[in-house]
């Protein structure tokens, strides 16, 4: 069996092995995806054992994809922009960097949401790696405009001047924000200290799509708030699964049908 794992601290919750066992079974593919622990100062020790233990390929959560960027030897396009790595190959020594993350999330707002891009007002509610990785994907699909907003303004002004030759981007404070918006995604970690990023209520209406990229059982309390101000909704639990999708697929070179996992909600179920 060709070996592939996720490697993270902590790592046992990761529903990962569970979505590459779905992909596997569904494209006949005889692989082996294992999650990995890590100790938090020996990532790239656990990556060079992984490789002689006949690896062929890892996904990488949290806290190590910068420590992946930082490790490999050839880094893709899109793992460049994201500054951040998500998915190795590995060849020989070589080790091939690429992220599929804004991708993932690109993929479950157009196809499986079925909200397109193109021409849209799009805001982007924070600017640290989960929100740099979206925004090349994002301009890739040519909406009318991309503002980057967040609590440290610095950090936004930042990334929509290193993003400036790609697209119409520009980054505001939260409160600042003007107008209405097609699709809001909260790239921000603020759900988990059950917060929300302050931004004017006149930011949705009816036909917003406020999108999660973190999922629950329950919706978050974004999107909860979003759909007081009658926002459409949706967590980031396609985005995992579509991020997965495209890693299965830079390794074995097939497209697993997602649609399956999509509705049978396994954050939920598992
Ligand atoms: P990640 O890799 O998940 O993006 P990160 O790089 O630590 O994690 O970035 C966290 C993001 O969430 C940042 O944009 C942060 O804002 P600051 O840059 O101002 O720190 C944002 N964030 C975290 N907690 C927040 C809160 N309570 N309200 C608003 N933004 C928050």
Redesign the pocket.
């Known amino acids: 069996l060709d070996q592939y794992a996720v490697i993270g601290n902590p790592v046992a919750h990761s529903k990962s092995p569970l979505l590459h066992a779905a992909f596997a079974a569904q494209c006949q593919q005889a692989i082996c995806y294992r999650a990995l622990l890590a100790p938090p100062d020996s990532f790239a020790a656990t990556v060079k054992q992984f490789i002689n233990d006949g690896g062929r390929g890892a996904n990488v959560t ?1 806290p190590f ?1 910068l420590e992946a960027f930082n490790l490999c030897t050839a880094l893709t396009p899109r793992a460049q922009a994201a500054g ?1 790595v998500n998915t190795m190959c590995f060849e020989g020594q070589k080790i091939i960097g690429d992220n599929t993350d804004g991708c993932g999330l690109v993929s479950d707002i157009v196809r499986n949401a079925g909200v397109t891009l193109q021409g849209k007002r799009i805001l982007l ?8 990785g979206a925004i090349l994907p994002l301009l890739e699909c040519q909406p009318a405009e991309l503002i980057i907003a ?3 303004i610095e ?1 936004a002004q930042q990334l929509a001047e290193q993003f400036s030759s790609f697209g119409q981007i520009s980054s505001s404070e ?1 409160a600042q924000i003007k107008g209405q918006f097609d699709v809001i995604i909260n ?4 759900s ?2 059950a ?4 931004i004017p209520d006149t930011a949705y209406n009816s036909n917003s799509l406020a999108y999660d ?1 973190m999922y629950s059982d329950q919706p978050t309390v974004f999107m909860q708030h979003a759909a007081k101000h009658q926002a459409q909704t949706r967590d980031g639990w396609g985005m995992l699964v579509e991020q997965a999708a495209e890693a299965f697929y830079v390794w074995r070179g097939m497209r697993p049908d997602t649609s399956e996992l999509l509705t049978r909600n396994m954050s939920r179920a598992i």
Request: hydrophobic letters at 50%; proline letters at 7%; aromatic letters at 4%.
């Open positions: 949290l994809k951040a509610l924070g600017a640290g790696g989960a929100a740099r967040n609590r440290s950090k939260f790239a921000t970690s603020a988990i200290a917060q929300i990023p302050p990229m």
